[in-house]
């Protein structure tokens, strides 16, 4: 099953994931963005041009940068209006939630309940670092 992706965001923060999408796997030109308020264009014409354009037997994943965000809001209501229910929103995106989606099953259709995994498989972590105080003074001693 053929899917679409889009990326919005406040700032170039859609353009700069879609650059590392692009880096790391030759995929970017499979992704549009839309990287709002960095002037006054209006991005809602390019968003409902891309609900629209999303056909019946295909899936598409719009990722956005914060849950609530006017960025965010702007995507429910478009597709809420759209009536489809083969667009899946996904906020507070990171670089790991869409290289997992673009990669899971390319060929099949997704489920919520397999988006719902990918996205607590790629959640926001902390990494203890441990500074060794240990000199070589006190080795030898």
């Known amino acids: ?17 879609k650059s590392s999408i692009d880096i790391l796997t030759g995929m970017g030109e499979e992704i549009q963005t839309i990287d709002a308020y960095i002037d006054d264009s209006d991005y809602t014409e390019q968003l409902t041009s891309f ?4 056909e019946d ?10 849950l609530g965000g006017s960025v965010n809001q702007k995507v ?15 906020s507070n995106s990171n670089l790991a939630t869409l290289l997992s989606l673009m990669f ?3 060929d099949e259709a997704i489920t919520k309940e397999e988006i719902a995994t ?17 000199t070589d003074d006190d080795f030898f001693n």
């Open 51 to 54: 609900i629209a354009g999303v």
């Open 118 to 134: 990918v996205i607590a498989e790629s959640q926001v972590q902390m990494v203890a670092l441990a500074v060794d105080d240990t």
């Open 104 to 106: 899971l099953k390319p």
């Open 57 to 66: 037997d295909e899936q598409a994943l719009i990722f956005t940068d914060l």
């Open 1 to 17: 099953m053929k899917r679409k992706f889009l990326i919005g965001s406040h700032g170039k923060l859609a353009s700069g994931l």
């Open 76 to 90: 429910v209501t478009a597709v809420m209006n759209s009536g489809k229910d083969n667009i899946f929103l996904i």
